[in-house]
T-cell receptor, first 114, second 112 residues
Framework: AQSVTQLDSQVPVFEEAPVELRCNYSSSVSVYLFWYVQYPNQGLQLLLKYLSGSTLVKGINGFEAEFNKSQTSFHLRKPSVHISDTAEYFCAVRPYSSASKIIFGSGTRLSIRP | NAGVTQTPKFRILKIGQSMTLQCTQDMNHNYMYWYRQDPGMGLKLIYYSVGAGITDKGEVPNGYNVSRSTTEDFPLRLELAAPSQTSVYFC???????????FGPGTRLTVT
């Protein structure tokens, strides 16, 4: 079985400051890893995904994430945030073998202060 | 392309009533999914489909049914609504099982 832990339920950050949203997972099998963003009253949108290869993954809107297999982490980072980044961010994992077993974390609410 | 559309946007049901949440995609995607999102929680997969005529259970299928008679449509049926089914329901689709999932805007359902 897989599980996902997003360590911070809320992260307040000043505009133009860097941010890191943390995600740890556990799994007995190899997994794909995803970060999704949810803007208020909208569905989720894919930010980036790790399937294989380079452990540093770049996504949309200037976000990137690094897969660390030894620490079973997939933290999301952005060097300088904007007001428009205010949203909820979800980490998700899925085993190679089954689309039905995707597991989402409980989310991190990113709030940007001017 | 409209992407993934869901109807209705909001619905209030009484306990024991039934309803169907509609989901349609116009991207010719093979895979479609239904999720529920409870307050302060991540999404949980209810059912998914890998193509017309093929459906399978996700993590939380109890109390729900689905069908996939066409590539475009993937309705979710609640037969006997219960307060525990109060949630926001999202439909999504993807071209294949590791492709990006495209989400609809959601249906907010309250059962009282």
């Amino acid at each position: 079985a897989q599980s996902v832990t997003q360590l911070d339920s809320q992260v307040p950050v000043f505009e133009e400051a860097p941010v890191e949203l943390r995600c740890n997972y556990s799994s007995s099998v190899s997994v794909y890893l995803f970060w999704y963003v949810q803007y208020p009253n909208q569905g989720l949108q894919l930010l980036l995904k790790y399937l294989s290869g380079s452990t540093l993954v770049k996504g949309i809107n200037g976000f990137e994430a690094e897969f660390n297999k030894s620490q079973t982490s997939f933290h999301l980072r952005k060097p300088s945030v904007h007001i428009s980044d205010t949203a909820e961010y979800f980490c998700a994992v899925r085993p190679y073998s089954s689309a039905s077993k995707i597991i989402f974390g409980s989310g991190t609410r990113l709030s940007i202060r001017p | 392309n409209a992407g993934v559309t869901q109807t209705p946007k909001f619905r209030i049901l009484k306990i024991g009533q039934s309803m169907t949440l509609q989901c349609t995609q116009d991207m010719n995607h093979n895979y479609m999914y239904w999720y529920r999102q409870d307050p302060g929680m991540g999404l949980k997969l209810i059912y998914y489909s890998v193509g017309a005529g093929i459906t399978d259970k996700g993590e939380v299928p109890n109390g729900y049914n689905v069908s996939r008679s066409t590539t475009e449509d993937f309705p979710l049926r609640l037969e006997l609504a219960a307060p525990s089914q109060t949630s926001v329901y999202f439909c999504a689709s993807s071209y294949d099982d590791i492709g990006e999932q495209y989400f609809g805007p959601g249906t907010r359902l309250t059962v009282t």
